[in-house]
């Protein structure tokens, strides 16, 4: 039995990715900040405001249902020797979906690392609940040490690091040739290296372990008042801190000079992050009880259940756009708002209309007949 809310859940993460990334298409990540920064008024608003309510936020709710989809295909597979026959299978055609994004499209992919993490997931399904908790714990918790031991130890810096000057960027992404850019990709995606293996994969492999505990316990379907609510409440004064007293609170720490306090400031920007996502995954399927609610949220299902197909096509669309129609660097923060709501649009109707034609999407399809294992 098909779970419609997760499908409609990730149709809901899919938007918030397309918002996130249609910013790192049309402009250099490691020029992020020079570049985005310079806008002021309300388009610094709109910089400010995707940045606190989308980023990461829904990479944190499509990591999550990784894990949830796992232990619903988990439960699918009668004889459990075979799950990780199958489970590896169709982890090797996903990082091979990911190579073939990062090397045509994206330096920015989900795929690869999601499937070389995926391998894991059918050891720790078998640990008891308490094991599969502390492994999280430890894992999400990652970029805390690292934090905490940046103040004290003196190491290059993880995070991404220019290639080119912004100017040349630009050039190079707009009016490049297709071998430029390949080339320029590449270089990007092993600068991110050191980034997304502190600050990025821990917390995938995380939310996939949360995700299969909550697949487990049937979050989907059990979801009530008694665990929404004070989650909610919890969230929302967290998040409410953080976005009108971030500094203040950050100001409250003496972590400069204290490993205790640098700690604690680690540890409370983790727990807000987690918090957020959190609190999108717990309202959206608390509204989903709602018959008004999920009647608005209905179609959200459509591109969720085409969501390989969909994040692919979103690449290949913003590379058009951006890459090889010139628009690299030339459009304001709120006209790619904009942008990202008319593909999204695109994308609803396509795949409300691909479904009634057929069960899955290409892609998905694809991956199912790739990934069957003979008996």
């Known amino acids: 039995m098909r779970l419609h809310q997760i499908d409609a859940l990730r149709g809901f993460a899919l938007f918030g990715i ?5 910013f790192v298409f049309h402009a250099p990540y490691s020029h992020y900040t020079a570049f985005y920064g310079k806008f002021e008024g309300l388009e610094g608003l709109v910089i400010e405001n995707m940045i606190f309510f989308f980023g990461g936020k829904f990479m944190f709710i499509y990591a999550f249902l990784f894990g949830y989809s796992f232990w ?26 990911g190579l073939l994004h990062i090397l045509l499209l994206s330096y920015g992919d989900i795929l690869l690392p999601y499937a070389l993490l995926g391998l894991s997931l059918p050891f720790f399904v078998r640990l008891k609940d308490r094991w599969v908790i502390l492994c999280f714990l430890l894992v999400y918790l990652i970029p805390v040490y690292e ?41 990007d ?19 996939f372990l949360t995700g299969m505990l909550a697949g487990k316990y049937q979050l989907a379907q059990r979801i009530s008042w008694r665990l929404a ?6 969230a929302f004064g967290t998040i409410g801190a953080m976005f009108f007293f971030r500094s203040q609170i950050i100001g409250l720490f003496d972590y400069e000079n ?32 709602n018959k008004m609610a999920q009647k608005l949220l209905y179609l959200l299902q459509f591109p969720g259940r085409l969501s390989l197909t969909n994040y692919l096509v979103q690449s290949l669309i913003c590379s058009i756009i951006f ?10 923060p709120s006209q790619l708002i904009i942008m990202a709501f008319v593909i999204f649009i695109i994308q609803v109707i396509f795949s409300y209309w691909w479904l009634q034609k057929h069960a899955q999407g290409p892609i998905e399809k694809l991956w199912r007949n790739w990934s069957s294992v003979k008996s």
């Open 147 to 187: 934090f905490v031991l940046r103040g004290f130890v003196n190491f290059p810096s993880i995070f991404i690091q220019p290639i080119l000057p912004l100017e040349e960027y630009i050039t190079s992404y707009s009016s490049g040739d297709v071998w430029e850019i390949f080339k320029l990709r590449l270089k």
């Open 18 to 22: 397309l918002i996130v990334n249609i």
């Open 229 to 234: 609510v004070p989650f909610i409440i919890v």
């Open 258 to 289: 204290s490993v205790v306090q640098r700690s604690l400031l680690g540890l409370t920007i983790q727990f807000s992050e987690f918090m957020h996502g959190g609190l999108y995954i717990i309202g959206f399927l608390f509204l989903w009880k």
């Open 323 to 332: 890459n090889y129609m010139g628009y690299y660097g030339q459009l304001l």
């Open 189 to 207: 995606y092993f600068s991110l290296r050191n980034e997304k293996l502190i600050m990025y994969i821990p917390k995938e492999l995380a939310l």
């Open 72 to 97: 619903l295909q988990y439960q699918k597979i009668k004889d459990k020797n075979r799950l990780s026959a199958y489970w590896n299978k169709r982890m090797l055609i996903l990082a091979i979906f």
